[in-house]
């Protein structure tokens, strides 16, 4: 299976400790030449052309190590939460996390230190999750995110300016609907998959706070998640799509006036639509709200189990701290991604003008990951919850505080000591 970065946006940042890997163990296979430690490094399968010929190019220039990259196809998460638990799995390798099982089974080393005089350069939404207790357990690649487009000109034959609320997208979409062109695409299912948690952030809450309580046991939660059923009953939802959220045909093709997708659309929308298009957060909801979208970032990690792991820390910062070429290199040259440095998404060209430059504005200003604490049983409990609000008109009230106590059950069982 080939996969592309989105797909930790779509699926969550937390892994779980779940069945052995193959019989590959990552250690053997062709290295970089170096002098020094053989050291296996592991990627997931990209789908973006040129991104494994790129990381191998990279290792290959490290002559402190031997470095042989690992092309990992299949369920990456499941491979490497199973490797990190042997002698024989690899000793850096990409990590759609760490999760806080990982990072307290003591499987992954403590990385604080390569990020002297650097760690404010990085992007605190995506930064945050990398971080427990104060320490560091993995350094972010690049930034994903998600966003909503919208098409200039069918707003403006519809008189509709780009919406500031939740409110005003509930009465954009509803205005946009034709008989040939629904108002908004939230993904296949209603929303429910692509939002996830950010209508929450959206109303000025989140899904767990900074002191580890549940961040959504307010009326504003189930206020805004009325809103999207609003959207649904109001038949302003295109459903059935040819292809899901994160793909940007729906939009392209004139299905529908705003669809919520991710970056790494961007330049397939701009090649169809030139500048006929814009890009937004998902509007504020509520006095306290604040415009809101989803961040997320691979992470390059080293495993507790390698017996280099001096060696191993010493080429990531080589590669993910200093050698900022190849940061740039890695986010804007196999597919569409925003460095995780600020200071590299600064000076891209290609993120300084137009709807780009407003995607990097966006990410930190009102970017957010979900963070260690959410766990996937709290995911879980969430999005079926969601589900049921935004497909039958289910009371959100009453599905919420069904999902408060599921969180807090699983807040409370990760407070106990491992």
Known sequence: MTISRRTLLATGAAL???????????????????????????????GEAGTEQAVKRYAAAYDKADVAVQWRPGNYDEQTAAALLTDSGPDVFEVNGP???????????DLTD???????DFNPAVLAPKTHDGRIWAIPQVVDMQLLYYRKSLLDDAGVRPPRSLDELVDAAKALTTKDVKGLFLGNDGGAGALGVTPLYAAGLSCVTKDGEVGFDDPAAARALGK??????????LLGAPADWSDPSAFTQELT???????????????????DFGVLALPADGPDGRPALPVGAYGAAVSARSDHKKEAK?????????KEEYQE???????????????????????????????????????YAEP??????????????????????ADPDSELKSVVRTVRAELARTRKKP
Request: aromatic share 12%.
């Open 16 to 46: 779980g400790l779940l069945t052995a890997c193959g019989s590959n163990t990552g250690r053997g296979g062709g290295g970089s030449g170096g002098n020094g430690p053989r050291l296996a490094q592991w990627y997931h399968q990209y």
């Open 99 to 109: 999760s806080l099982d990982q990072i307290r089974g003591g499987q992954v080393v």
């Open 114 to 120: 390569l990020f002297e005089g650097v760690r404010d």
């Open 228 to 237: 999207l059923r609003q959207l649904y009953a109001d038949k302003s939802l």
């Open 257 to 275: 006036a705003m669809q919520w997708c991710g970056l790494w659309a961007l330049p397939a929308v701009r090649k169809e639509l030139g500048d």
């Open 314 to 322: 010493d080429f990531l910062k080589w590669l993910w701290i200093d």
């Open 329 to 367: 290199d890695f986010a804007l040259s196999y597919g569409f991604h925003i460095p995780a440095r600020l200071s590299l998404a600064k000076k891209a060209d290609e993120l300084k003008e137009g709807p780009a430059a407003d995607a990097v504005r966006y990410s930190t200003e009102y970017g």
């Open 372 to 393: 260690l604490l959410w766990t996937p049983a709290s995911r879980t409990a969430y999005q079926d919850a969601l589900s049921r609000i935004i497909k039958s008109g």
